[in-house]
């Protein structure tokens, strides 16, 4: 019997697992990877104490804070359920059982899918959702990215140092990213925007070669080699059914950090917490796991 599990090592996870090992708790990370979106993310500007950093510098900064307190973390384990049964916190993944007093779901989300012919097929064959861990791969390529705020526009940015070209593909009549963001994308002569528009298929044989766009009545055929598909996120609580959520199945969550089941809490993008940043995800998992901390405190 733990006294605490937490579901998912990005910045909350993590966060939360520092806090833990500080307050001395019997705890456990499952996760399917160390550092969630923030290992996706190009140029981070805006974490305190970084002027600049990238993601995945920032992700091991994360990996090396937690080593230094010796976290247990089973990585490469996915939860499949989560439920309060006989007054503990039961945690199912695809390889054991768990049982804890409490536990911090900090399962952050997920890329959202076009749904659109070809993207099944070209998955990991030019489809990618991550220009991070792939852009590498297109280097001197035609690519497209298709979205047109501030995740699509850091895509965007980093192929730009190293793609023939990039086309950015939006259904918006204008981008919506930071302000410095689209300043830089539009300067960039590699840089053109494909407003009002939507993809409709992606073409191929063994690899990506193309893909068509539609939008007022147009259709087009962009010949490119990789699509980097950057159309928002979903949240990943397909395992815990019973607690509250809101109509995007976020996990409601009040400012301790609880969720509606007693002794399970919630933080970073996997909650309903309007805005979604390293940085306050960060300062959520620390304040989940006081919160579970506080909790225990009173059991005893």
Same mark, same amino acid.
């Given at each position: =019997?733990?006294?605490?599990?937490?579901?998912?090592?990005?910045?909350?996870?993590?966060?939360?697992?520092?806090?833990?090992?500080?307050?001395? =708790?019997?705890?456990?990370?499952?996760?399917?990877?160390?550092?969630?979106?923030?290992?996706?993310?190009?140029?981070?500007?805006?974490?305190?104490?970084?002027?600049?950093?990238?993601?995945?510098?920032?992700?091991?900064?994360?990996?090396?804070? =937690?080593?230094?307190?010796?976290?247990?973390?089973?990585?490469?384990?996915?939860?499949?359920?989560?439920?309060?049964?006989?007054?503990?916190?039961?945690?199912? !993944?695809?390889?054991?059982?768990?049982?804890?007093? !409490?536990?911090?779901?900090?399962?952050?989300?997920?890329?959202?899918?076009?749904?659109?012919?070809?993207?099944?097929?070209?998955?990991?064959?030019?489809?990618?959702?991550?220009?991070?861990?792939?852009? *590498?791969?297109?280097?001197?390529?035609?690519?497209?990215?298709?979205?047109?705020?501030?995740?699509?526009?850091?895509?965007?940015?980093?192929?730009?140092?190293?793609?023939?070209?990039?086309?950015?593909?939006?259904?918006?009549?204008?981008?919506?990213?930071?302000? +410095?963001?689209?300043?830089?994308?539009?300067?960039?002569?590699?840089?053109?925007?494909?407003?009002?528009?939507?993809?409709?298929?992606?073409?191929?044989?063994?690899?990506?070669?193309?893909? %068509? +766009? %539609?939008?007022?009545?147009?259709?087009?055929?962009?010949?490119?080699?990789?699509?980097?598909?950057?159309?928002?996120?979903?949240?990943?609580?397909?395992?815990?059914?019973?607690?509250?959520?809101?109509?995007?199945?976020?996990?409601?969550?009040?400012?301790?950090?609880?969720?509606?089941?007693?002794?399970?809490?919630?933080?970073?993008?996997?909650?309903?917490? *309007?805005?979604?940043?390293?940085?306050?995800?960060?300062?959520?998992?620390?304040?989940?796991?006081?919160?579970?901390?506080?909790?225990?405190?009173?059991?005893?």
């Amino acid at each position: =019997m733990y006294d605490l599990i937490i579901i998912g090592a990005g910045p909350a996870g993590i966060t939360a697992s520092v806090y833990a090992a500080r307050k001395r =708790m019997n705890f456990l990370v499952v996760t399917k990877d160390i550092g969630g979106q923030t290992a996706w993310s190009g140029d981070i500007e805006n974490y305190t104490g970084y002027q600049f950093i990238s993601g995945p510098e920032l992700t091991a900064k994360f990996e090396e804070h =937690m080593r230094t307190y010796k976290i247990p973390v089973n990585e490469g384990e996915e939860a499949l359920e989560v439920a309060l049964r006989g007054g503990a916190v039961a945690v199912r !993944t695809d390889k054991a059982s768990y049982e804890a007093k !409490t536990a911090i779901i900090a399962s952050g989300k997920k890329a959202r899918e076009l749904g659109v012919p070809g993207e099944k097929e070209f998955k990991n064959k030019g489809v990618t959702y991550c220009a991070t861990c792939d852009g *590498p791969l297109f280097a001197g390529k035609e690519v497209a990215v298709v979205g047109g705020g501030n995740s699509a526009l850091d895509a965007a940015l980093q192929l730009l140092k190293i793609a023939k070209k990039v086309h950015l593909i939006t259904n918006a009549d204008r981008l919506t990213g930071d302000a +410095i963001m689209q300043e830089k994308f539009i300067a960039n002569p590699l840089a053109s925007a494909h407003y009002k528009t939507a993809v409709s298929e992606i073409i191929g044989n063994k690899f990506v070669e193309a893909v %068509k +766009i %539609k939008g007022e009545g147009k259709e087009a055929t962009i010949p490119v080699q990789g699509i980097f598909i950057e159309i928002g996120l979903t949240v990943n609580t397909a395992f815990i059914q019973s607690v509250e959520k809101n109509e995007r199945g976020e996990i409601k969550v009040n400012c301790h950090n609880e969720t509606s089941l007693l002794g399970i809490f919630a933080a970073g993008d996997v909650t309903d917490v *309007p805005e979604k940043q390293i940085i306050i995800a960060a300062g959520e998992g620390a304040k989940a796991a006081l919160s579970a901390f506080r909790y225990l405190s009173r059991l005893r």
